[in-house]
């Protein structure tokens, strides 16, 4: 199974409907993390919509609270979103999680997009 359907995988997992999000971190077919974005249970100012982990953030946390940075050098990041009727949507990384991934050793990013999947690397 591709590392991008683990990721959807995890994104259904999500209890955040507005925008489920799954990640994966693996080195060749090893996966090393999984993670999905939650909601918070608290909010620091009011906003129209809750506070919300991202799901790259989760992932990469795993690996960290493991004591396990040297995982993460030379690693891929998958990322994927579910839309509401279960298609794939684009879920290109935020700037913030795209800096945390480079700044852990990330070396390349793969994510969805309405039509497909797109990367780059770090």
Known sequence: ????????????????RRAR????????ARILATGHNAIRNFALVK???PESTHAEVAAIGQLLKARRL???????LYVCRVGRLGESRLSRPCCNCESLA??????RVIF???????????
């Not at 199974?1 to 959807?8: C, E, V």
């Not at 480079?102 to 070396?107: C, D, N, P, Q, Y």
């Not at 969805?112 to 770090?122: K, P, W």
């Open 21 to 28: 999000v799954g990640a994966v971190i693996a080195k060749g």
């Open 112 to 122: 969805t997009t309405d039509g497909g999947t797109d990367g780059y690397a770090l």
């Open 102 to 107: 480079r700044a852990v050793g990330i070396k």
């Open 47 to 49: 906003r129209p919509y």
């Open 70 to 76: 040297h995982d993460l050098t030379g690693a891929t």
């Open 1 to 16: 199974m591709g590392m991008i359907r683990h990721a959807q995988k995890q994104a259904l997992l999500s209890q955040f």
